[in-house]
C-alpha cells in the first residue's frame, strides 16, 4: 500500500507521514511496535509485569497459561498486520525478520522460566520451536479471523495444546 493511500485512509496529508516517520518501513517499525507494545511504553513482553509474575508462578502448566493470556492481546493487534510484513518488499521483510528474532529470543527466555517448574517432554530447543510455531500470530490469524473462532476459544485451545506438547504429566 502506497504512502498515498496510507494518508488517505488516516486522513493527513501525505507530507505528514513523510515529516513523522520518513519512510513506509519507518511507519510500518512504529506500527509493529505499537500492536506488540500495545502502548507508549519501551518494555518489551519479557519485561512487563506480567512476565515477572509468569516467572514467579511455581506451576508450569499455570506459566503456560500466563503467557497464552498475556499475548492473545499482542495477537489481536499484530495479527491484521502480518500480511503487509509480507508484500514482497525486501526492507519490510528485513524489518519482520527481526521482530520475528526477537520474538524466539523472548520466547526461549519464557520456555526456560517454564523448564525450571516443571519437567518438558522435549529439549529447550525444541519446546522453543514449538512454543514459536503454535503460539504465533499467524495461527492466530488463521483461527480466529480466518476459521472465526472467538479469541477465548483460541486462547483455551492454545493452552491446552501447549500443555500438552511441552509437559510431561
Do not use: C
Amino acid at each position: 500500500m502506497p504512502l498515498t493511500a496510507i494518508a488517505e485512509e488516516a486522513g493527513v496529508a501525505v507530507q505528514t507521514i513523510y515529516f513523522t516517520f520518513h519512510t513506509k518501513v519507518e511507519l510500518l517499525r512504529e506500527a509493529l511496535q505499537l500492536a506488540v507494545l500495545g502502548d507508549e511504553q519501551p518494555l518489551p513482553p519479557h519485561e512487563r509485569p506480567w512476565f515477572h509474575a509468569m516467572v514467579a508462578e511455581p506451576s508450569a502448566a499455570r506459566a503456560i497459561g500466563m503467557v497464552v493470556d498475556n499475548t492473545a492481546p499482542i495477537f489481536a493487534r499484530v495479527a491484521p498486520l502480518t500480511g503487509v510484513f509480507r508484500s514482497g518488499d525486501p526492507e519490510v521483510a528485513q524489518m519482520w525478520a527481526r521482530s520475528e528474532a526477537l520474538r524466539l529470543d523472548g520466547y526461549r527466555i519464557m520456555t526456560q522460566a517454564v523448564a525450571r517448574k516443571g519437567r518438558l517432554k522435549v529439549k529447550l530447543d525444541e519446546a522453543t520451536d514449538i512454543l514459536f510455531v503454535l503460539l504465533s500470530p499467524d495461527l492466530y490469524w488463521l483461527i480466529v479471523m480466518n476459521r472465526g473462532w472467538t479469541p477465548d476459544r483460541w486462547r483455551k485451545w492454545i493452552a491446552a495444546t501447549l500443555r500438552g506438547a511441552l509437559l510431561q504429566n
